[in-house]
């Protein structure tokens, strides 16, 4: 009877462990994630697309998108749903009110509660 309560707990103990090296982040893979702006002209909106590639196992949603400042704003379609091996796109833009080295930042939001930040920076010039 040791024996097998032994046995039971080893088992017990041994897939626990192994739940718990499957990570959670793998879920997509991300193009333009830090997208290099170079130099934009004061007061010209500039654009560009960050391409979510669903990597997982399971369908996804793109849920929503939030610029970190008023200067930017994200264009996608939400609740959008997309399988193993599909991409969305996000399409961000920035109105160009920036004279300097600049960097911005937008939030993308997925069912099951993944978040990922992307970025652009520049260069403002007059």
Same mark, same amino acid.
Not at 59 to 76: N, S
């Given at each position: 009877m040791?024996?097998?309560? $032994?046995?039971?707990?080893?088992?017990? @103990?041994?897939s626990g462990c192994k739940a718990?090296?499957?990570?959670?982040?793998a879920k997509v893979s991300i193009?333009?994630?830090?997208?290099? $702006?170079?130099?934009?002209?004061?007061? @010209?909106?500039?654009?560009?697309e960050v391409v979510i590639t669903n990597i997982s196992h399971e369908t996804l949603r793109l849920e929503g998108a939030k610029a970190g400042c008023g200067c930017t704003t994200p264009d996608f379609t939400a609740n959008q749903e997309f399988k193993p091996g599909e991409s969305v796109k996000v399409k961000i833009r920035f109105n160009g009110s920036v004279t300097g080295k600049y960097t911005r930042y937008t939030d993308i939001t997925l069912s099951g509660g993944i978040v990922k930040q992307v970025s652009f920076s520049g260069e403002g010039i007059q």
């Amino acid at each position: 009877m040791k024996i097998f309560i $032994m046995i039971a707990a080893f088992f017990s @103990v041994v897939s626990g462990c192994k739940a718990q090296q499957q990570p959670n982040d793998a879920k997509v893979s991300i193009q333009n994630e830090h997208y290099q $702006m170079g130099k934009t002209t004061y007061g @010209v909106p500039v654009e560009y697309e960050v391409v979510i590639t669903n990597i997982s196992h399971e369908t996804l949603r793109l849920e929503g998108a939030k610029a970190g400042c008023g200067c930017t704003t994200p264009d996608f379609t939400a609740n959008q749903e997309f399988k193993p091996g599909e991409s969305v796109k996000v399409k961000i833009r920035f109105n160009g009110s920036v004279t300097g080295k600049y960097t911005r930042y937008t939030d993308i939001t997925l069912s099951g509660g993944i978040v990922k930040q992307v970025s652009f920076s520049g260069e403002g010039i007059q």
